[in-house]
């Protein structure tokens, strides 16, 4: 009897235990999870700093880059006044950096003994004759500038670095300087200048024409 009792005892417990274990119990986390910790100080002070994130990109932004070069040109005309000045081609490339297509430009073959390349807009000399060599890149190259006639900025455009030159005078787009291509010239420098952004003038050309004539006629 004593023993029946016992073993009804111990029948119990286990059932219970066996309830136990498999009841909505067991699924009930023994400890609670800790609660989200409060937002420190240091990370509500950045929430309050956010809204002013987006103003600090956007002065190291590139667009507010050039607008700080676009006010150190001598030459200040408006857009309005290139639209009037320049056909549409000039205007595209000088104005908006477009790119006329290789082996198609007045001045890729063009070489001459003495005279200027200047800017086609403001009329800046840019380039000398004697700076133009035959580089066979579709585009008029010249190893070096009129000293202080071109200015370089970084373009990161089309997924590279390049650095873009522009008339030092009015900013006009010209085109890219390229370096340590190899060709044999004194810089090792490659002006890759558009054709439609330059006015040949063979003023120099003229001078020197009649330089030699006279030469010629005292000779
Ligand atoms: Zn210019």
């Known amino acids: 009897m004593r023993f029946s009792r016992f073993s009804t005892l111990t029948h119990s417990l286990s059932a219970f235990s066996?309830?136990?274990?498999?009841?909505?119990?067991?699924?009930?986390?023994?400890?609670?999870?800790?609660?989200?910790?409060?937002?420190?100080?240091?990370?509500?002070?950045?929430?309050?700093?956010?809204?002013?994130?987006?103003?600090?990109?956007?002065?190291?932004?590139?667009?507010?880059?050039?607008?700080?070069?676009?006010?150190?040109?001598?030459?200040?005309?408006?857009?309005?006044?290139?639209?009037?000045?320049?056909?549409?081609?000039?205007?595209?490339?000088?104005?908006?950096?477009?790119?006329?297509?290789?082996?198609?430009?007045?001045?890729?073959?063009?070489?001459?003994?003495?005279?200027?390349?200047?800017?086609?807009g403001c009329e800046a000399p840019l380039y000398k004759a004697t700076h133009k060599f035959k580089s066979g890149c579709g585009w008029p190259a010249y190893f070096d500038s009129v000293p202080g006639a071109v200015k370089r900025n970084v373009d990161n455009t089309l997924g590279m670095e390049r650095t873009e030159i522009v008339c030092s005078n009015c900013g006009g787009h010209l085109g890219h300087v390229f370096k340590g291509e190899g060709y044999a010239t004194p810089t090792d420098e490659r002006h890759c200048v558009n054709s439609i952004s330059l006015k040949f003038s063979a003023d120099d050309e003229a001078a020197a024409a009649k330089d030699a004539a006279e030469a010629k006629a005292k000779a």
């Not at 880059?65 to 006010?71: G, P």
């Open 18 to 120: 066996a309830f136990a274990s498999n009841s909505i119990f067991r699924r009930l986390p023994l400890t609670l999870p800790p609660p989200p910790p409060p937002p420190s100080a240091t990370s509500r002070a950045v929430l309050r700093s956010m809204p002013s994130i987006p103003f600090l990109g956007s002065l190291f932004s590139s667009s507010a880059t050039a607008k700080s070069d676009d006010m150190s040109f001598p030459d200040q005309r408006p857009e309005s006044e290139w639209q009037a000045v320049l056909n549409p081609q000039q205007f595209r490339v000088l104005r908006q950096k477009g790119t006329e297509a290789p082996f198609t430009g007045a001045y890729d073959k063009h070489f001459a003994e003495a005279g200027v390349y200047r800017c086609v």
